[in-house]
């Protein structure tokens, strides 16, 4: 079965510019979550969907960084205008309901210069 | 609020034991493990629900007192390939529905030869 997709996997790109992650999870899984990992603040939750419905967004920065979920089969993280504090690796997870396993992505290593 | 971990590192030969504990401010309903190697994407290791039970698998269990609101991993007779950086995930009852996590800042473990 193949894992949560995320693609980049590294994006070098200019403050100002808007930046684009995407993620696919694993099919059956109906919960997904957006983490940003840096050494200084660790592993820290983004946003969530269940069913495709966002359930919390507290997480999210600013606005200037928004996410989606068309469909149960993929996902999209924006940020605009990206700023240097915005470099992180952006991990996405799913998860069966109910506080199931979370399975992560590979991550997307983003630099803002 | 993040669960606390401790130590925040520890250092270990082949075959010697450590133990990794999460404390936590609020009211536990689940509490996740997850090991995260360099470069990597955080792994899933096992899960416990309220009840103060105690897992494990090969080497590697964890139990889960309500009362104290708090976890601890137990790796015994420690292998190279336990080196990583360890993560509690708890879940509180508000939002274990949707299976929410909040991760601690992490314990790094290195085990030498």
């Known amino acids: 079965d193949a894992g949560v997709i995320q693609s980049p996997r590294h994006e070098v790109t200019e403050m100002g510019q808007e930046v684009t992650l995407r993620c696919k999870p694993i099919?059956?899984?109906?919960?997904l979550f957006w983490y940003r990992q840096t050494m200084m603040r660790g592993l820290e939750l983004l946003i969530y969907?269940?069913?495709?419905?966002?359930?919390?967004d507290s997480g999210m920065p600013e606005d200037r960084f928004s996410a989606k979920m068309p469909n149960a089969s993929f996902s999209t993280l924006k940020i605009q205008p990206s700023e240097p504090r915005d470099s992180a690796v952006y991990f996405c997870?799913?998860?069966?309901?109910?506080?199931?396993?979370?399975?992560f992505g590979d991550g997307t290593r983003l630099s803002i210069l | 609020q993040q669960p606390v971990q401790s130590p925040q590192a520890v250092i270990l030969r082949e075959g010697e034991d450590a133990v990794i504990n999460c404390s936590s401010s609020k009211a536990l309903y689940s509490v996740h493990w997850y090991r995260q190697k360099h470069g990597e994407a955080p792994v899933f290791l096992m899960i416990l629900l309220k009840g103060g039970e105690q897992k494990g698998h090969d080497k590697i269990s964890a139990s889960f007192n309500e009362k104290k609101q708090q976890s601890s991993l137990y790796l015994t007779a420690s292998q190279l390939s336990y080196s990583g950086t360890y993560f509690c995930g708890t879940g509180n009852a508000g939002g274990t529905s949707y299976g929410k996590l909040t991760f601690g800042q992490g314990t790094i473990l290195t085990v030498h030869p």
């Open positions: 997870a799913s998860s069966l309901p109910g506080g199931q396993p979370q399975h």
């Open positions: 969907f269940n069913n495709n419905v966002p359930i919390d």
């Open positions: 099919s059956g899984h109906n919960s």
